[in-house]
């Protein structure tokens, strides 16, 4: 019993951490204390006599576990987008406060939990363990089940598809990330004018169908009839951060990670000329997203 015991207080001691890694690899809370949990189970029940750094031991275990989860998630196909809509928000006593997890996703990244889960599950595992927490790759190869140089080459390829390429120079990112900045600033705000003073004269927004209220127009013409219609729609502001879009500056709308809405910009001589909303599953899969670099 006193074993035990000294084992569930050493295993507290690295639960944080736990918690830190798997909800990265899996982007939901839920899921990661689930993962947590499943490896205290797989502790209880090891033999580790032998084990001298325990949180390196754990830290090998719940990447396993994530990484059978992951899989299992990629064999249902819980929607046809592969991109996970966001779990019902439950506050109840023992389980997931929305609060909490939110603020989770907003520290570690809102765009980069939509980026990672792009990736295929050993390339996420791969770059989560290496880039985010430093693993040496040959205790990687051993959690993927590939040679050290193939598991180096999963994180290089999950690193592309995280950092993304830009498709136009520097200073024209620099100044699409100032406008949809600007842009995004004024949608939070509420601020009319200003979002005027972004906005080509002849900008046309375009949103499909999912993307807009029941009876909203799919297409709106000029600046002002645009810009009334951005803030008649800009309820998930708040949530919405810049990322990546396809190589130019956009932003993503992404609750808890979950995918939700991209908006796509179109610039020209410092306006907007095009603003397109997209919120259809099939057409969100096709979008190249990255993280915006700081």
């Not at 900045?181 to 499909?208: C, I, Y």
């Not at 309820?235 to 991209?262: F, I, Q, S, T, W």
């Amino acid at each position: 019993m006193y074993e035990n015991q000294v084992l569930a207080e050493r295993f507290e001691e690295h639960r944080t951490h736990l918690r830190g890694v798997a909800y990265r690899m899996l982007g939901s809370l839920s899921e990661a204390d689930d993962a947590v949990q499943e490896s205290w189970l797989r502790l209880s029940r090891a033999d580790t006599g032998g084990v001298e750094n325990l949180g390196g031991w754990l830290s090998t275990v719940v990447a396993r576990v994530c990484l059978d989860m992951l899989r299992s998630r990629e064999s249902r196909r819980e929607d046809a987008l592969g991109v996970h809509l966001p779990e019902p928000i439950i506050n109840r006593e023992g389980g997931v406060d929305p609060e909490q997890e939110s603020l989770l996703a907003d520290s570690v990244g809102l765009a980069l939990l939509v980026v990672l889960d792009t990736l295929a599950p050993a390339e996420r595992v791969a770059f989560v363990m290496h880039d985010l927490f430093s693993v040496p790759f040959d205790e990687i190869a051993a959690v993927v089940g590939r040679s050290p140089a193939a598991t180096r080459q999963l994180a290089s390829r999950a690193r592309r598809r995280v950092q993304g390429a830009a498709k136009v120079p520097e200073a024209e990112l620099t100044l699409q990330r100032d406008v949809v900045d600007a842009f995004l600033a004024a949608l939070r705000a509420g601020d009319l004018n200003a979002l005027l003073t972004m906005l080509d004269p002849n900008v046309v927004v375009r949103s499909d169908r999912e993307a807009v209220p029941s009876g909203a127009p799919p297409e709106v013409h000029g600046a002002l009839d645009s810009a009334q219609h951005a803030l008649a729609s800009s309820r998930g502001a708040r949530l919405a951060r810049l990322a990546l879009v396809d190589g130019n500056v956009g932003l993503v709308v992404a609750p808890r990670g979950r995918l939700l809405l991209v908006l796509r910009f179109t610039l020209a001589q410092g306006k907007i000329v095009q603003l397109e909303a997209i919120a259809a599953p099939e057409r969100l899969r096709q979008l190249e997203l990255a993280v915006v670099g700081d």
